[in-house]
C-alpha cells in the first residue's frame, strides 16, 4: 500500500526526509481494525517525528501522520488518535499517539483500536473531517475542559492562522464567545474574522478588551503579550510554542492579576466524541489552508514549516 513514510530523520531538513511509495501493511493486532483511509492532514508533530525528536516507535520505514478519516467496514469515520496501549498490549503514558506507538496514519490503509472510530459528520468533507483528530481535540479540551468556557467569554486566540488557532476560533465562536485574533499578517488577520473572530489585531498589539481565556500555542513570541491581556481572575491555556519553548513568565503580573495558567495535551476518547458531536451539531467546519494527494506530503510540509499556511495543511488518498 502507498504511504508517506521515512527512513532516516532530518533534524535540518525535515521535509525533504519525507518519501511516498509502497510498504507491506501491518497485520492489525486482536481488537483492532483496518480503516480505508480517505483523507490525513499534517501536525507539528509530524514535523518532530521528521527531525528525529520524537519517541517515535522505532520502525523503519516509518509512516507519518496522526490524522485520518476514512472507511471500516461501511461506515464513514474519524480516528481518535491517542493510544492507551501498544499493539503487543505494554501501557503507553497519557497522550502517546498513533505513530508514537507503531505506525502513523498517512497511508491508504491503517489499523486502529476498534473503539477509536467515530462516526464522520456528514456536512464535512474529507479533508475536513481530518482536522478534527489533533488540531481540533487540542483546541476542544483546552476551550472546555480547561478554562470552561462559556457564552459572552471573551477567548484570546494567538496566531491565528495555526491548525489549534483556527479550530479554537471556530469553537470557540460557536459556543458563544467573543473571539479575539491576533496574526503577524494582514491576510490571516482578514480571514479569522471570515471564521467568525469579533475582532484581529496585529501579534503583540493591545487588545480592545482583557481577555478571561487565552489560547497559546505560539510560546515565546506571544506569551509576554499573553499575560498582558489576560484580565483579573483570567485564565491562560497552553498546548505548545511555536515558536520555541523558553518563555518568560512576569510573575508580578500573574499573582496580581490571580492568572490561572494551564497545560493541556491531547484529550481523551470521550472529548473527542463530545467534539465530534459539537461540530456536528454547530456545523462548523474546520479551515482547511489546502488538500495535497500523497506525492505532495513534502510539499505540505514545507509550507506548515514557513508559516504561511491559514488552517489545516491535508492529504487526500481518495
Ligand atoms: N499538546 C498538544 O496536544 C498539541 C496538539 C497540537 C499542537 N500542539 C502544538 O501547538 C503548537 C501549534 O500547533 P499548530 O499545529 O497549530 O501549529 P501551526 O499550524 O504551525 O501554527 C503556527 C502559527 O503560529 C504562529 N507563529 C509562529 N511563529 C510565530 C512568531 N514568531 N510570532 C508570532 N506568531 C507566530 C503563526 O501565527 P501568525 O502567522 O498568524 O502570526 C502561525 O499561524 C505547536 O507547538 C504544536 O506542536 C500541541
Known amino acids: 500500500m502507498r504511504a508517506a513514510y521515512f527512513v532516516e ?24 481494525v483496518e480503516v480505508d483511509v480517505r483523507a490525513g492532514a499534517l501536525n507539528m508533530h509530524d514535523i518532530w517525528a521528521l527531525r528525529g525528536a520524537t519517541r517515535g516507535a522505532g520502525t523503519r520505514p516509518h509512516v507519518i501522520g496522526s490524522d485520518a478519516a ?3 467496514e461501511g461506515r464513514d469515520v474519524v480516528v481518535y488518535p491517542v493510544v492507551p496501549r501498544e499493539p503487543d498490549g505494554k501501557v503507553v503514558e497519557h497522550a502517546t499517539l498513533l505513530p508514537d506507538a507503531g505506525h502513523g496514519v498517512l497511508a491508504e490503509r ?14 464535512l468533507s474529507w479533508s475536513e473531517a481530518a482536522c478534527l483528530p489533533t488540531a481540533w481535540l487540542t483546541a476542544y479540551r483546552m476551550l472546555f475542559t480547561k478554562a470552561r468556557v462559556e457564552p459572552g467569554h471573551v477567548v484570546l486566540v494567538q496566531g491565528a492562522g495555526g491548525g489549534v488557532a483556527t479550530a479554537a476560533i471556530g469553537l470557540a465562536t460557536a459556543a458563544g464567545a467573543t473571539v479575539v485574533v491576533t496574526s503577524r499578517s494582514p491576510e490571516k488577520r482578514e480571514r479569522a474574522l471570515a471564521l467568525g473572530a469579533a475582532a484581529a489585531i496585529d501579534s503583540g498589539a493591545r487588545v ?4 478571561d481565556v487565552v489560547v497559546e500555542t505560539v510560546g515565546p513570541a506571544t506569551f509576554e503579550h499573553s499575560t498582558r491581556s489576560t484580565r483579573a481572575g483570567g ?3 497552553v498546548c505548545g510554542g511555536t515558536s520555541g519553548f523558553a518563555a518568560q513568565l512576569d510573575l508580578a503580573r500573574l499573582f496580581a492579576r490571580e492568572i490561572t495558567v494551564h497545560g493541556s495535551t491531547m484529550g481523551t476518547l470521550a472529548e473527542f466524541e463530545a467534539l465530534v458531536a459539537f461540530v456536528a451539531a454547530h456545523r462548523v467546519r474546520p479551515a482547511v489552508d489546502s488538500t495535497a494527494d500523497l506525492a505532495g506530503v513534502g510539499a505540505q510540509a514545507a509550507r506548515m514549516l514557513a508559516g504561511t499556511a491559514f488552517g489545516k495543511l491535508c492529504v487526500s488518498l481518495s
Open 9 to 32: 530523520p532530518d533534524a535540518d531538513r525535515p521535509a525533504e526526509a519525507i518519501r511516498v511509495g509502497d510498504i507491506d501493511p501491518a497485520e492489525p493486532p486482536p481488537g483492532w
Open 70 to 72: 476514512g472507511s471500516c
Open 110 to 123: 491503517v489499523a486502529v483500536p476498534a473503539g477509536h472510530l467515530v462516526p464522520k459528520p456528514g456536512h
Open 208 to 211: 480592545p478588551q482583557l481577555a
Open 235 to 237: 485564565t491562560i491555556v
